[in-house]
Structure formats: C-alpha cells, structure tokens
C-alpha cells in the first residue's frame, strides 16, 4: 500500500486536509499511540509505519500548525472564540507520508516552523481549547479513514480520535529518561529549566484537556524506559502484525 505522496491545499480545516485518500476496497488499520512529551511517538511511529508500508499522522503537527497561524493571524491567546475561529479557517495541509513530512498552512511551508520554540510555547492554548479541539478531532478522522492502514499518534487517538482502532497502545518512558532523550534530540546544550518546560510543564498544562498519562480499558502500555529506539519500534510492529 502506499503512504500518499502529493499534496493539497485545503481552503478550510473543515476541508480535505492530507495527501491520504484510498479506494473504498483498500485495506484498513489503525494504529492509534498516545504518551507524553519525549516518549517517542513521533520517532517510534514513523519508523513503524515506514516498516509496515502505512501512513503516519503526527497529530501534535495539526496543533501546532494552528498555533503558528494564531500567531500568524495575530489571534489573542487569551480571547477563546478568536482562537476557535482561526482554528474554524485554518487552511492546513498535512502530509501523511513517513518519509516526507510536510505541513503547509495556505501558501506558507511550516514544516521547520512549528518546531520552533515560539509554537511550542503557545500550542497549550489551542490544544487546551475545546472548540479548537473539536475541530481538529474532525479533520484527524477524516485523515485516518481516507489513510485506510495508518499509524496516528497524539494525545488522545486511542480515547477520543480512534476508540474502536483494533491497535490501541500508550507509549511511555520515566521523566527522567525523556527529559534526557529531549535533551539529546536538541544538542545537548539546553538547561535543565528549558527541558522541564518542554517536556514536563507542557505535559501538565496538556493533561489538563485530555488524559494521556494512563491507559484506558483496552489500551496496552508500552513502556520503553529500558528499551533501545530498534526495540521499541519492533514491538509496536510486532502488536500490528499480530492483529493483521
Ligand atoms: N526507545 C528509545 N530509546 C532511545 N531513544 C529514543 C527511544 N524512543 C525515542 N527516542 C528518541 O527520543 C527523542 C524524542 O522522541 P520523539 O520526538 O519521537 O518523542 P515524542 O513523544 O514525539 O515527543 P513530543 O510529543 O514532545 O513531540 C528522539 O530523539 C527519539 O529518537
Ligand atoms: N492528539 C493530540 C496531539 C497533540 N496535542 C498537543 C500536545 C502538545 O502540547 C501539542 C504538540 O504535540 P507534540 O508535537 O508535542 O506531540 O499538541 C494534543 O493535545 N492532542
């Protein structure tokens, strides 16, 4: 199966948003992975769904986008409505393939964008408001059913996005372990302050909206505290072959 390759500009977030689209016939999975800040998902997903020939939804990539276009558009954090409206307008579009991750609001390429630290300190206020969430919940399920075999990670796929998706797994790591892979991942060279903002604190003020620190019935806990990177991704794989 193939993970898509071109992309469209949607007019909306209500509106087509990713390059997925299947025929009615094709083959259908998900495979949904929530956990906290630094446990792995993105990495770990994306190189499953690279080994499993599916494609991959990086969700958080969806918030941070409406947070670059909040502070784009000039949007006041502190006005909720204004908020759910860019968010309401926001004319993303996500790539879905694991080798070519791509993210365009409009016209603008904010692939590099929203991962700077600006984004990253403002996406608390649209992952936190429930309008905003609502939205994006809807253009993610649209994503997920025209991806047909896809691995989606966030916060709340396996609770809210996916319930029904017949892989449902947390992926988890200690606090400390994640703070140190965060601190790996950015050079080495951030103070212990920085990283307990961008890993921890972010995670507090997340948890406030969704619940991703424990799993719900029927979720399995992946714990990769004592786990290298290679074994991680086989025994997410390893749980999608089983159910295939
Ligand atoms: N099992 C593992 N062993 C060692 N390093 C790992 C492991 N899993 C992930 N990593 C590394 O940890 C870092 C953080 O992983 P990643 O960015 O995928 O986390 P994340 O859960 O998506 O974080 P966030 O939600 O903040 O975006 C990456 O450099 C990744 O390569
Ligand atoms: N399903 C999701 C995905 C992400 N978020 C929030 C949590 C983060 O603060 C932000 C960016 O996510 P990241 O790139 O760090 O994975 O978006 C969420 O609430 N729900």
């Excluded at 502190?78 to 993303?92: I, Y």
Aim: aromatic residues 2%.
């Amino acid at each position: 199966m193939s993970a898509g390759a071109s992309r469209h500009v949607a007019a909306s977030v209500s509106d087509s948003v990713s390059d997925a689209a299947s025929a009615a016939d094709a083959p259908r999975l998900v495979v949904a992975v929530d956990g906290p800040s630094g446990s792995g998902k993105s990495s770990v997903c994306r190189a499953a769904a690279r080994e499993l020939g599916a494609a991959y939804l990086d969700t958080g990539a969806m918030y941070r986008a409406a947070a670059w276009y909040c502070l784009d558009q000039g949007v006041d954090f502190d006005d909720e409505d204004a908020v759910a409206v860019a968010v309401e307008e926001l004319p993303l579009s996500i790539s879905t393939d694991p080798d070519h991750q791509t993210v365009t609001v409009g016209q603008a390429d904010v692939t590099d964008a929203i991962r700077g630290s600006a984004v990253s300190e403002a996406v608390s206020e649209v992952s936190t408001n429930r309008r905003a969430r609502s939205l994006l919940v809807d253009a993610q399920r649209r994503i997920i059913d025209e991806a047909g075999v896809v691995v989606a990670e966030g916060r709340d796929i396996t609770t809210v996005v996916a319930p029904d998706a017949p892989v449902r797994v947390l992926l988890t790591a200690s606090a400390e372990v994640r703070l140190a892979r965060r601190g790996l991942q950015l050079g080495g060279e951030q103070s212990a302050e920085s990283l307990h903002r961008q890993v921890l604190a972010r995670d507090a003020k997340d948890s406030t909206a969704v619940n991703f620190t424990e799993a719900a019935d029927g979720v399995a806990v992946l714990d990769s505290t004592d786990l290298t990177f290679e074994e991680t991704v086989a025994s997410l794989v390893d749980r999608v072959r089983a159910v295939r």
